[in-house]
């Protein structure tokens, strides 16, 4: 048995579904709300671009040249409607919060502010999210310090409205100060 401290996967928000559900993430093709304090979400490919950096940085390989190939694609065409299986978009939710954290403990308000806008582009895409594969899954090492306490919805992170935090076996915060670079994180990320 580990003696790492762990959280669970879920989301009150999102729905669940099956694995290999398609999920458009088109909402920056939607009528923009007349608003002065809403932002239409954007399908910006340098922002792709910097999420396929972090998903790289938190050891995800695979998913960073998955969103590699999505921000080319946007690059060629502003219309262009990125599509994941519900499976891939919740791999790729649980990563970017892992990244997420890590960015806040660096200080990367660019990689911040590029999981955030990819975090709403998702999120208001679609209501139908989380992979059912993934609901319930243990995440060791983090723990949220907002909204529900007992589980990490990853898309609630990426769309900060749930934070997370590092955590050592006790479920204690790590301080900035005594963070532990990526080596650490990547392995965080392949023991999901």
Same mark, same amino acid.
Request: glycine share 4%; no cysteine; charged share 25%.
């Given at each position: 048995?580990? +003696?790492? &401290? ?9 729905? !669940? ?5 398609? %999920? ?14 809403? +932002? ?16 790289? *940085? !938190?050891?995800? %390989? ?12 946007? $690059?060629?065409?502003?219309? &262009?409607? @990125?599509?994941?299986?519900? &499976? ?6 649980? *990563?970017?919060?892992? #990244?997420?954290?890590?960015?806040? &403990? +660096?200080? +990367? ?5 590029? %999981? ?5 582009? %998702? ?7 989380? #992979? ?7 995440? @060791?090492?983090?723990?949220?310090? =907002? ?15 749930? $934070? ?18 990526? =080596?650490? !994180? ?7």
């Amino acid at each position: 048995m580990s +003696n790492r &401290y762990t959280s669970v996967v879920d989301s009150e928000q999102y729905d !669940v579904v099956p694995d290999e559900e398609i %999920i458009s993430v088109d909402a920056h093709l939607g009528v923009p709300i007349a608003h002065e304090l809403y +932002n239409h979400p954007e399908a910006d490919p340098e922002k792709l671009a910097i999420v396929a950096d972090e998903l790289r *940085s !938190v050891g995800r %390989i695979h998913l960073g040249a998955r969103m590699e190939i999505e921000s080319q694609h946007l $690059n060629r065409s502003a219309s &262009y409607i @990125p599509r994941f299986t519900a &499976y891939e978009l919740t791999d790729i939710a649980i *990563s970017l919060s892992i #990244a997420k954290t890590k960015a806040g &403990y +660096n200080g +990367n308000f660019d990689a911040l502010d590029a %999981i955030l806008q990819f975090g709403r582009l %998702i999120t208001e895409s679609a209501d139908k999210l989380m #992979a059912e594969s993934f609901q319930y899954k243990e995440i @060791p090492d983090l723990k949220p310090v =907002d909204g529900p306490k007992d589980h990490i919805d990853p898309f609630g992170v990426i769309r900060s409205t749930q $934070n997370i935090v590092f955590v050592d076996s006790h479920g204690e915060q790590i301080l900035r100060d005594e963070f532990i670079e990526s =080596d650490d !994180v990547q392995e965080i990320s392949a023991d999901y």
